[in-house]
């Protein structure tokens, strides 16, 4: 095995992730973050069935994941006339082997980095430094960071591995002529709310339009008054013609620059209203993407997570994703060895089925039933099942669910990534 350790780019859920699966395979590894101190910011995201199985296989457990969120229960689409379109079980109480988990993303994030720190990978993390640049070698790969007040380190690894997000640096060398961000042209504020949780203790609710719409779900267990962190995401469409705003987005806002698309959002069971103007900080994001590359792979540097296949966040598939593709790189590792076998057998195995993934997003992902509802009639209805046949809309979520690596049969039969005890 090559002393040189693979080098990680970046310190996210994706990255960490990945550290976590090295350090479990006996593999060096040398994570660098950009920031110089980690803390448990963002909001509300879920994990999937097939991430929660490799975070429990990483030694990450129940106990653990239920600090930072709740296991799911339902996933439900209501219309704007506040009737119910389609509701399914999910994770355990559908039938998985595993739950989804609804959690904080900054709070999973910790979770990881202290998993990683705790056993034994303090002198392996090197914070305040970001990866500019790569450079390949017949027998190794060299990187440079910098930090923000200009000092410059190089590091040697085996290979580099750019876990470094939306505006990967490792991205922008492989694809120095890539193309912006594709915007949506949805806008999407977000928040959490204590309230009282909907339907059952833990359901995904959308709501509305599918330009037009809201998602709401607890991130938290119920407190001694019985009120739960409610997480929430308000989205709307506008024109693209002028392209992608510029300016600071992922910024705090005013709840006045967006709460008039939704006045009198009013009903029985949610004031959408009164859930707004609970928050505290409210931050304003563009549903951006990019457009997929033919590989993730150049020489011994490898592209995962948000570097390789940042998506519309709407089938709850972009942290999963990247907690998956950590560990099949590492199952990679075992079966071709630490060298550029692995990642391009990595990259042969994902990089076009999950840039389909990407595009099948664009298409609104699982909130393309709103989109179906109100091409047939314009979003009123008084039954459903006048609009669409139950078996219409279970085969399109199980045909979501199958792109995205997390249908019930499939998943609960298929063997494990990488085999208990494993290492290299």
């Excluded at 570097?307 to 099949?328: F, T, W």
């Excluded at 219409?392 to 045909?399: G, K």
Aim: glycine fraction near 10%; charge should be negative; aromatic fraction near 8%.
């Amino acid at each position: 095995m090559s002393q040189k350790p693979i080098i990680i780019a970046g310190a996210g859920i994706g990255g960490l992730s990945l550290a976590i699966t090295l350090q479990k395979l006996q593999i060096p590894c040398l994570v660098i973050e950009s920031v110089s101190e980690l803390k448990p910011l963002g909001v509300g995201i879920n994990l999937q069935p097939n991430a929660v199985r490799e975070l429990y296989e990483m030694g990450i457990g129940e106990e653990q994941l239920d600090k930072v969120g709740v296991k799911t229960q339902e996933w439900a689409l209501v219309g704007r006339n506040g009737l119910e379109i389609y509701a399914e079980p999910r994770g355990l109480a559908a039938g998985y082997k595993w739950p989804q988990y609804s959690v904080h993303r900054g709070e999973l994030q910790m979770l990881l980095h202290d998993t990683f720190v705790n056993r034994g990978g303090a002198d392996a993390l090197i914070l305040g430094y970001k990866v500019v640049s790569y450079t390949n070698h017949a027998d190794g790969v060299s990187v440079v960071a910098e930090s923000k007040d200009g000092d410059v380190r190089e590091f040697d690894g085996s290979l580099v591995v750019g876990a470094d997000g939306l505006h990967s640096k490792i991205r922008a060398q492989m694809y120095p002529d890539q193309p912006e961000p594709h915007w949506s042209g949805a806008i999407m504020w977000r928040g959490v709310t204590k309230g009282k949780t909907l339907r059952t203790d833990a359901s995904f609710i959308g709501l509305g339009y599918h330009d037009h719409r809201m998602v709401v779900y607890p991130i938290s267990q119920p407190d001694e008054n019985g009120l739960s962190v409610m997480n929430w995401i308000a989205e709307v469409t506008v024109d693209t013609k002028d392209g992608l705003p510029s300016g600071d987005w992922n910024r705090k806002v005013a709840l006045e620059d967006f709460l008039h698309h939704f006045e009198g959002w009013n009903f029985e069971w949610l004031d959408v209203p009164a859930m707004l103007k609970g928050a505290g900080d409210i931050y304003e994001y563009p549903m951006i993407d990019r457009d997929p590359v033919p590989t993730w792979v150049d020489g011994r540097a490898v592209l995962m997570g948000d570097a390789a296949h940042v998506m519309y966040p709407v089938g709850s598939n972009g942290a999963s994703q990247a907690i998956v593709d950590a560990r099949e790189l590492g199952a990679a590792f075992i079966a071709h060895g630490i060298g550029t076998d692995a990642i391009n057998a990595f990259d042969e195995k994902l990089c076009k089925p999950i840039s389909a993934l990407v595009l099948r997003n664009r298409g609104s992902g699982p909130f393309g039933l709103l989109r179906e509802v109100e091409d047939r009639c314009g979003g009123e209805f008084t039954d459903i099942n006048e609009v669409m046949t139950q078996q219409e809309m279970d085969d399109f979520m199980h045909n979501y669910k199958s792109a995205a690596g997390f249908a019930m049969e499939a998943l609960n039969n298929a063997p494990s990534i990488i085999a208990a005890e494993t290492v290299v």
